[in-house]
């Protein structure tokens, strides 16, 4: 665990961890309440645009489905036990979503309410392939062993079985008349079939030389692009059958084929060279971009970009690819390549913290972004993202709740407007890593503590520099206000913390850990203090006289983060052994030593 965090009113508390989550805990009960993380835990390998426009969705070898907002990149709906083939299609209304299982069934979804209505029943291998007709009323499914079935929406009969193929299905597609369904299969065909009678229209297989792999239709419907192991891409006319136009990839596995909403672009996805590469329908000859040094390359190189690819796809709707890999997809431009939204999920987090409200959590990651969390929905709505260039260390809301603050190994502070999710200030101490930033209790004014030994006072609104307060040896790592905002706190790798007052810069210095002090907090009424330490310990010291008082010390490991209850009850501590611990103040009066109120991993 990172940090430890109370919500103002004192009732939850919040841990962010390596585990690349934050939790959201009941401070009464010492229960978990929401887990808030998002994207996928392992290979998401397919993806599709909702005709809303506004949305994609992702499937992955997770077992699981996400979809995702387009314009703020997160995550609005999760769909478990979705099938580990990634196999997915959405209807043309946006309303439901087909999929796969991991009990080789074929599951219905309500987009909306993200409940199952339907499971489909028939197949005895895994389901490989799923597509909707484009009026809703059937839909196909394609299992590992060749079987295919067309089946009623809305009854969720069984119509009929499409025999003929013999190995995996590989993709299924409805053509736009709603008459005739085409099937890709690894016996290295694509079947023509019947919608109405499940007859296969013999005359129209289009026969390969090996398997295939990817396939996708032209949107009037006569001519279909293929690609094969044998490592050409092929478009067909649908009618005669003929190959009309081979094109020639980059040596390795076509592992998928899209075609541009205005049809006159293919793009093909290279897996083992890691490219994405666009052709010219007509011609299909490749368009290339400038690369380095004025050089023509592929449309997209992710061995010089970085990233996995597994599988792209125009956007049906707009000029724009989504690319799909490891576990993020990313939005591209279709016109100059350049990235426009990444949905991923959050790399280490570093730091939470509760809105004054309690209805939002904001947190802050080593992967460079901060998102803004709905506390009752456990959903992201925002993403602070593409500003900081080096790993966010802590993120605080400020007293109105109407900004945010993050500090950087990037050497800056950024004040981010919470409605909006952007930048309207930047606090620059480049040639650092700023390690902390909090707010004063008024807004008015912001401390900065950095790995250059100090600590920095800022005008909030001007981003202007007050003052510079210097006494540490070694990088200061975090900096607390006193509620009065008269004094400051410091925690620091040489061992001690400081406490500051802020008008005349005295210091007292608090010595006795003996590792470096990670974590500082005043109580609520400013008379005491606690620091934590990576030596495994907490202690509490008079705010006055710099003495210590007492000293907790049940955590295995380092002790990362403490936090006082606003109320003064509680205190949290937060470990590298994977603990918070909820210690109850009152009993160390009664008693003299401290009490565990509640424990959790």
């Known amino acids: 665990m990172l940090d430890v965090s109370f919500s103002k009113d004192g009732t939850q508390l919040v841990t962010a961890s390596r585990d690349k989550t934050a939790i959201s805990w009941n401070v009464e009960t010492g229960k978990a309440q929401k887990e808030f993380t998002e994207g996928h835990s ?3 390998s397919s993806a599709v645009f909702l005709p809303d426009q506004k949305r994609l969705a992702t499937a992955a070898v997770d077992n699981s489905v996400r979809i995702w907002d387009i314009q703020t ?11 580990r083939s990634a196999a997915i299609d959405v209807s043309m209304d946006a309303k439901l979503l087909l999929t796969g299982s991991d009990v080789k069934t074929v599951r219905i979804w309500d987009i909306d309410s993200g409940k199952r209505i339907g499971e489909l029943k028939g197949h005895r291998s895994e389901v490989s392939a799923v597509a909707f007709s484009p009026n809703k009323r059937f839909c196909a499914s394609g299992d590992a062993r060749g079987r295919c079935m067309i089946w009623d929406v809305a009854t969720g009969k069984l119509q009929h079985k499409l025999e003929g193929h013999t190995r995996r299905i590989t993709a299924i597609k409805f053509l736009p008349d709603n008459t005739t369904v085409l099937t890709a299969s690894g016996d ?16 129209s297989i289009l026969k390969h030389p090996d398997a295939i792999l990817s396939m996708s239709v032209f949107n009037d419907g006569k001519q279909v692009v293929t690609s094969c192991a044998d490592g050409l891409v092929r478009i067909w006319d649908i009618t005669t059958p003929k190959v009309i136009q081979t094109i020639k990839p980059a040596q390795g596995l076509i592992n998928s084929v899209s075609i541009s909403h205005d049809n006159k672009r293919i793009l093909t996805a290279n897996v083992q060279q890691r490219v994405i590469q666009v052709w010219a329908a007509e011609s299909g000859k490749e368009i290339r971009v400038p690369g380095k040094n004025g050089q023509l390359a592929p449309f997209l190189d992710f061995k010089t970009r970085g990233g996995m690819l597994w599988t792209a796809i125009f956007s049906p709707y707009h000029d724009s690819i989504l690319t799909v890999g490891g576990r993020d997809a990313r939005l591209w431009s279709g016109m100059n390549a350049k990235e426009v939204m990444a949905f991923h999920p959050h790399g280490v987090v ?10 939002w959590l904001v947190t802050g990651s080593w992967d460079n972004t901060a998102k803004i969390w709905n506390t009752q929905t456990g959903h992201a709505e925002k993403k602070l993202e593409q500003k900081h260039q080096g790993y966010v260390n802590t993120v605080r809301y400020s007293p109105s709740g109407k900004q945010i603050l993050t500090s950087s190994d990037d050497g800056t502070s950024k004040v981010w407007d919470t409605a909006r999710g952007k930048v309207i200030l930047t606090l620059d101490q480049r040639g650092t890593h700023v390690m902390s ?22 005008d909030s609104k001007t981003g202007k520099k007050i003052k510079t307060f210097k006494g540490h040896e070694w990088p200061v790592l975090e900096v607390a206000y006193s509620h009065d905002g008269k004094r400051l706190i410091s925690a ?3 061992n001690t913390a400081i406490i500051w007052d802020i008008a005349t810069q005295e210091k007292t210095v608090l010595a006795g850990h003996t590792a470096p002090v990670t ?4 109580s609520p009424d400013d008379s005491r203090v606690f620091s934590a330490s990576e030596d495994g310990t907490a202690k509490l010291w008079d705010a006055e006289k710099g003495k210590e008082i007492l000293t907790l010390s049940s955590h295995a490991q380092g002790v990362t983060s403490v936090d006082f209850s606003p109320n003064g009850r509680y205190v949290a501590t937060g470990s590298q052994d994977g603990q918070a611990i909820l210690w109850l103040t009152v009993d160390w009066k009664k008693k003299g030593a401290p009490q565990v109120a509640k424990s959790n991993r």
Do not use: C, Y
């Not at 290295?188 to 005359?203: I, L, P, Y």
């Open 42 to 44: 392992f290979l998401a």
């Open 73 to 83: 990149g997160t995550e609005h709906k999760r769909f478990e036990h979705t099938g």
């Open 519 to 522: 974590s500082v907090v005043f």
């Open 437 to 458: 930033a909090i707010f004063s209790p008024n807004g008015s004014q912001i401390v900065t503590a950095s790995d250059d030994k100090t600590l920095v006072l800022w």
């Open 492 to 494: 620091s790798e040489d």
């Open 350 to 359: 570093a730091s939470a913290s509760f809105s004054p409200d309690g209805k």
């Open 188 to 203: 290295n065909t694509v079947g023509n079939w019947d919608v109405a009678t499940g007859k296969e229209n013999q005359k």
